[in-house]
């Protein structure tokens, strides 16, 4: 197993720790439900502090945001490489529609995903 899928199995696990284990609270997600936002911060934290790793943020539509997840290194010469591990995407409807993903970069996947659409 090489270091891109030892990072990918813990972000995996972290995933499913905050997001699959809660789904309940992305199914019945509205507009002044914020748990949904609470399991997305505790996600993003977490890969943060236990994993050493960055988000950063990509261009997405209308309610969405995408978030590329880093592996932040210096090589010799003092530049910063983003070594890409994997993407994280989640969009709330105004009617209560949301979707959430996480997709392997290495295979181009998504390796969870979840949609509900609108009511």
Wanted: proline fraction near 1%; include cysteine.
């Amino acid at each position: 197993m090489n270091k891109q899928q030892e990072y990918l199995n813990a972000i995996t696990i972290l995933y499913d720790e905050h997001i699959t284990d809660n789904l309940d609270n992305f199914r019945k997600n509205s507009w002044n439900d914020k748990s949904c936002c609470t399991n997305i911060k505790n996600f993003i934290e977490s890969v943060e502090g236990q994993l050493g790793l960055t988000f950063v943020d990509l261009p997405a539509g209308i309610n969405t945001t995408e978030k590329n997840i880093v592996l932040m290194e210096t090589d010799k010469d003092g530049f910063v490489i983003e070594k890409r591990i994997a993407a994280f995407r989640y969009a709330f409807g105004i009617y209560g529609g949301c979707f959430v993903s996480l997709k392997d970069y290495a295979t181009n996947k998504y390796i969870r995903s979840f949609d509900k659409g609108c009511r």
